[in-house]
């Protein structure tokens, strides 16, 4: 940060004080390069390290920000590049703030001055939960994953061209994770669908040769993929991330890609 901007930013923070003394930051993420994205201080600070809710159509997730090693604190109109967001499902225009400031995308979004408009904005009535986004049992994941997982916590969220589900399960003992993700669309042709999902994908997709649901592992994302197998039936996407494998272990991580590619097909 050029601390010479500080008489500028002092303005700029107490024309908000309200909004970041009350509500703590508000961030907007403008790019995806890879592992790390750019971010956009749109109101507050954040500070290396802090855990914020990171908002898109699909649902909310938490995630701790890394910042560069030259920065230690971002203020409002700060615009950050190489920024990490560990443990978060990132996507360009994704939204930050503090957690249960807000339950919607949309809200997140109407909240950011000059925030993009978004086509599959959620519905008003926002997320609820549903236990019908948690497909799998504990039996099945710890069957085929190898660890114990304790129930799954599922939330679905409409929007205007369908419906995203979204269902946590946290190891008992230990730091690894699954997440099982569906975007399930009512308008539009598959294909095209398709198509637009996998470009929205942070780093790249591996494909799978020969697969029927067009799958694909989702890599070169540092630390924040996690082993991610995506794919796709009829109008559907679904994607399966186990986190907290060393992705640096690669008998582990064909271990558990393994075990991913046991699950059934939804």
């Not at 109109?77 to 994704?94: C, H, I, P, S």
């Not at 997140?108 to 959620?122: D, L, T, V």
């Not at 095209?192 to 649901?213: F, H, S």
Request: with cysteine; glycine share 12%; aromatic share 4%.
């Amino acid at each position: 940060m050029n601390w010479s901007r500080l008489p500028w930013i002092v303005v700029v923070t107490v024309a908000t004080a309200a909004l970041a003394e009350s509500s703590g930051p508000l961030a907007r993420v403008v790019s995806v390069d890879g592992a790390t994205v750019t971010l956009e201080i749109l109101a507050g600070s954040v500070v290396n390290g802090d855990e914020l809710a990171v908002l898109t159509p699909e649902g909310v997730s938490m995630a701790k920000v890394r910042t560069p090693s030259t920065i230690d604190l971002m203020l409002t109109g700060d615009k950050v590049k190489g920024v990490t967001l560990e443990g978060a499902r990132v996507a360009a225009g994704a939204m930050m703030a503090n957690k249960g400031r807000f339950t919607t995308f949309a809200a997140a979004q109407a909240a950011g001055p000059g925030a993009p408009p978004s086509a599959a904005a959620p519905a008003p009535s926002g997320i609820k939960e549903s236990a019908a986004a948690c497909v799998f049992t504990q039996a099945e994941l710890r069957q085929t994953l190898g660890f114990k997982v304790g129930p799954g916590k599922g939330t679905e969220i409409p929007f205007s061209g369908g419906t995203s589900q979204s269902c946590q399960w946290s190891e008992e003992k230990g730091s690894r994770g699954v997440a099982l993700n569906r975007t399930i669309m009512t308008i539009g042709d598959p294909a095209t669908n398709r198509t637009q999902q996998q470009k929205r994908l942070a780093g790249r997709l591996e494909p799978i040769a020969g697969d029927p649901d067009w799958a694909g592992w989702q890599v070169d994302q540092g630390d924040v993929t996690g082993v991610t197998l995506h794919y796709f039936r009829g109008n559907t996407a679904t994607e399966v991330r186990v986190s907290g494998v060393n992705l640096k272990d690669a008998a582990a991580v064909s271990a558990m890609r393994r075990g991913v590619l046991k699950l059934k097909r939804l």
